[in-house]
Every structure is written in C-alpha cells, then in structure tokens.
C-alpha cells in the first residue's frame, strides 16, 4: 500500500533542544495528523490539520499543513526527557472517501537529560 | 470513561491455532480499523468497517478474518494461514464521517506472541 515518506527515521538530542520532523506524499492530501507512540502503546493523537497552510499549535508543538498539500511538519520545543517516543505522520489521500488513512514510517526520538 | 479497548494486553498462541482479539469501543463511533505493527514500521491495514454488519479488506487482509455484528465491537481472528502473526495489533475507531472527522483514536493494543 502507499506510504508517506517521513523524516528523519530517528534522532537523538539534548533536553532542551528544537526538534523538526516532516513527511512528504506523492499525492494530494486533505488532512495531515500527527501521532506520538509511547513503548507498548496505541498512537495519542497529538495535532489535526485539515486546511492547506494551516499552522497549529499543542504545547510545545506546532505542525503545519504544507501550501501544496502534499506534505506536513511537525516542530517540538524545548525538547524534555518525557517527549521521548515514536512520532507518526498520518494523512488521508484527496482521492480517498473511505477515511482510511496514510502512515509513515515513524520519528523514533530519545532525548538525553 | 470512553475509549476504546482491546484484550488481552499479550496473549501467547502456539503455531497453527486461530486466535481472536478484542475491540470496543464505547465512543459511538462508526467507523472501526485494525492495524497491525511490526518494529521499526509504520502502521498497516487489516480490516475496516465503516458500518455495522460490513467490512473491507485493507491491505494486508491475508490470513486474517472480522467481523461487525455490533456497534461497538470489531473483534480480529489471526488465523493459521497467516505466516508471519507475531505482531502489536492496534484497533482503532473513527465518527461518522463529516468535516473534520478523519481522525482516528486508538486502543492500547495487543501484542501477539506466537510459539
């Protein structure tokens, strides 16, 4: 099936530093989600986008619906050790009305204190 | 409390049996997915429902069944065709469709040993 192309695959940074993350579709899309995965859990919905240009804000994180549609970012601030986990970019094609949706392969993020 | 969830936590099988996991969700919604997740990859499509007493394949539907006789429940057979089961299978759920509806809520999952 299709995925998106998200990156990068994995970082690992200092407390307290920015982290910026994207992902990137080959086609049209009308919604970008973004998800963080603690070890062993289910995905935790952390900013919806449905609006091309759309720029949100959670916190310490921002994420933006790219102008083309076709791609998504996602910025954490002041990184601290709790943000450690895997992040997933999520969207769902224009073309498709059956809400499924897109993933990409997942932002693993480890934080050093 | 609402949500949506899924059991057992970790549930062990040996080679050969079917298996079948659990679903609910008591949030009203419609729609109903199962995902399954291997290490170091992104989620991928079983099955999905979109209403009551009907599915579709996703896709990596091979070796696995569902079915949708209720609202709030969406239960997934593992079956002894499926050659690789060992997995973290996620369950998640989605409102009737609508503006700004597309977003998917997830169960704590379940993750799979097979021996």
């Known amino acids: 099936g299709q995925q998106l192309n998200q990156s990068p695959q994995s970082m690992f940074i200092q407390e307290g530093e920015d982290v910026s993350m994207n992902c990137t579709s080959s086609?049209?899309?009308?919604?970008w989600l973004w998800y963080k995965q603690d070890p062993g859990e289910g995905p935790v919905l952390l900013i919806a986008?449905?609006?091309?240009?759309e720029l949100t804000s959670n916190g310490r994180l921002t994420a933006q619906f790219g102008i083309t549609r076709k791609d998504s970012f996602l910025n954490i601030s002041a990184s601290i050790p709790s943000d450690v986990g895997i992040y997933f970019c999520?969207?769902?094609?224009?073309?498709?009305?059956?809400?499924?949706?897109?993933f990409g392969q997942g932002t693993t993020l480890q934080v050093k204190p | 409390d609402g949500g949506i969830t899924q059991s057992p936590k970790y549930l062990f099988r040996k080679e050969g049996q079917n298996v079948t996991l659990s679903c609910e969700q008591n949030l009203n919604h419609d729609a109903m997915y199962w995902y399954r997740q291997d290490p170091g990859q992104g989620l991928r499509l079983i099955y999905y429902?979109?209403?009551?007493?009907?599915?579709q394949k996703g896709d990596i539907a091979e070796g696995y069944s569902v079915s949708r006789e209720k609202k709030e429940s969406f239960p997934l057979t593992v079956t002894s065709a499926q050659k690789n089961p060992t997995a973290f299978y996620l369950c998640?759920?989605?409102?009737?469709?609508?503006?700004?509806?597309?977003?998917?809520?997830f169960g704590p999952g379940t993750r799979l040993t097979v021996l």
């Open positions: 999520a969207g769902r094609d224009g073309s498709s009305n059956t809400g499924k949706l897109i």
């Open positions: 429902s979109q209403i009551v007493n009907d599915f």
């Open positions: 986008l449905y609006k091309a240009g």
């Open positions: 086609s049209i899309f009308n919604t």
């Open positions: 998640a759920s989605r409102p009737r469709p609508g503006p700004s509806t597309d977003t998917q809520y």
